[in-house]
């Protein structure tokens, strides 16, 4: 069955960077996009970032771009999220999903918890 | 950006009960909509794609219907594991994908 596993959350300072990881197994990974999508503490979800299923092409929400870059490694299956310049309002539980049909997500990790604090 | 409204924020019902919640864009998103469950501690789970359209396991009690601007998630008759957070989700004008802040779904 599909499985995504997120690491790589912590708690960090503010201005510092931070890289999460999102392990996938039990599909083609190299066949499906694959986004990031955080919810802060207590909150709704937000769409985080975007990479296509070849990793040519990538996007971002406004409030993320400029400062985290999304990639993917297919020889490994694993979804990265390059995080710099954070920000308090970055702290959030940050989930890795695969798309569906380039419109939905369909699978989601559990989640890894980023908290950017002084 | 699209902005998606969801009500009520919160619907108190009992098991057994139906389900209506609601979800209304800002501008038309044509039949590109879904919707997701959270139960608390969870990852969201999709339920509904494109409008109207079960994702694979969803169980049959689970209905969307609308389009343009409109839209409505139907549970006919809720289970105990129903009661839940629900979210709306469009990608018509994208990027950014945005969601509705969420229907909370608690037991009554």
């Known amino acids: 069955q599909v499985q995504l596993v997120e690491s790589g959350g912590g708690v960090v300072q503010p201005g510092r960077s931070l890289r999460l990881s999102c392990v996938a197994s039990g599909f083609s990974f190299r066949t499906y996009g694959m986004h990031w999508v955080r919810q802060a503490p207590g909150k709704g979800l937000e769409w985080v970032a975007i990479v296509h299923y070849d990793g040519t092409k990538k996007y971002y929400a406004d409030s993320v771009k400029g400062r985290f870059t999304i990639s993917r490694d297919t020889s490994s299956n694993t979804l990265y999220l390059q995080m710099s310049d954070l920000r308090a309002e970055d702290t959030a539980l940050y989930y890795c999903?695969?798309?569906?049909?380039?419109?939905?997500?369909?699978?989601w990790g559990q989640g890894t918890l980023v908290t950017v604090s002084s | 950006e699209i902005v998606l409204t969801q009500s009520p924020a919160t619907l108190s019902l009992s098991p057994g009960e139906r389900a209506t919640l609601s979800c209304r864009a800002s501008q038309s998103v044509g039949s590109l909509l879904a919707w997701y469950q959270q139960r608390p501690g969870q990852a969201p789970r999709l339920l509904i794609h494109?409008?109207?359209n079960r994702a694979t396991g969803v169980p049959a009690r689970f209905s969307g219907s609308g389009s343009g601007t409109d839209f409505t998630l139907t549970i006919s008759s809720l289970e105990p594991e129903d009661f839940a957070v629900y979210y709306c989700q469009q990608r018509s004008n994208w990027p950014p994908y945005t969601f509705g802040q969420g229907t909370k779904l608690e037991i009554k």
């Open positions: 999903a695969r798309d569906l049909y380039g419109n939905w997500f369909d699978s």
């Open positions: 494109d409008a109207s």
